[in-house]
């Protein structure tokens, strides 16, 4: 079954610094790769998504992710990180049967 | 407004007691699907559930877990003898045709079970 590593368990940037949240997929064929950020006691709210064509996608809240085949990677950047994007982010890879799988997750802190 | 609502928000039981998990999909979709995280851990998956069966489950759902859909509209997810280590929260998640076909599940906001 396919899986996802977030080698970051967490991440702490100051308020206005780039961010890199890092994930890496295992999967036989072209997955379809996810980012979700779970706010505290919130559910999961999805930031974009990757299914085929242009490998750098733009979600919401101006986040960004670039998936790199020969990497297996799908990470989410960010050129300015505000104070509202601390929460906690997960990874997520979907391939053709009816299932999703989440990566552990990275907790990122936004310091002021 | 959530796409899809959870009910019990919050339940507490007792090791051993049979729970049931509630998922009410605001629109009318298929595919269901049942998740949990325990506390500061990854989200794991449970199940997938499509036109009234079970599509997909992972290791985790064994026999002590059911899910169905009784009236066409609840999606429940049933434990029949709690353990501690149940305790987690539970999300219920639905897509609108698979998710290889729109990559994105609609998240509730997640009931917290407590088991002591």
């Known amino acids: 079954a396919q899986s996802v590593t977030q080698p970051d368990i967490h991440i702490t940037v100051s308020e206005g610094a780039s961010l890199e949240l890092r994930c890496n997929y295992s999967y036989g064929a072209t997955p379809y790769l996810f980012w979700y950020v779970q706010s505290p006691g919130q559910g999961l709210q999805l930031l974009l998504k990757y299914f085929s064509g242009d490998t750098l996608v733009q979600g919401i809240k101006g986040f960004e992710a670039e998936f790199k085949r020969s990497q297996s990677s799908f990470n989410l950047r960010k050129p300015s990180v505000h104070w509202s994007d601390a929460a906690e982010y997960f990874c997520?890879?979907?391939?053709?049967?009816?299932?999703?799988?989440f990566g552990a997750g990275t907790r990122l802190t936004v310091k002021p | 407004e959530p796409e899809v609502t959870q009910t019990p928000s919050h339940q507490v039981t007792q090791m051993g007691q049979e729970v049931i998990l509630r998922c009410v999909p605001i629109s009318n979709h298929l595919y269901f699907y049942w998740y949990r995280q325990i506390l500061g851990q990854k989200v794991e998956f449970l199940v997938s559930f499509y036109n009234n069966e079970i599509s997909e489950k992972s290791e985790i759902f064994d026999d002590q877990f059911s899910v169905e859909r009784p009236d066409g509209s609840n999606f429940t997810l049933k434990i029949r003898s709690t353990k501690l280590e149940d305790s987690a929260m539970y999300f219920c998640a639905r897509g609108t045709s698979g998710v290889a076909n729109t990559g994105e599940l609609f998240f509730g906001e997640g009931s917290r079970l407590t088991v002591l």
């Open positions: 997520a890879v979907a391939g053709g049967n009816n299932d999703m799988r």
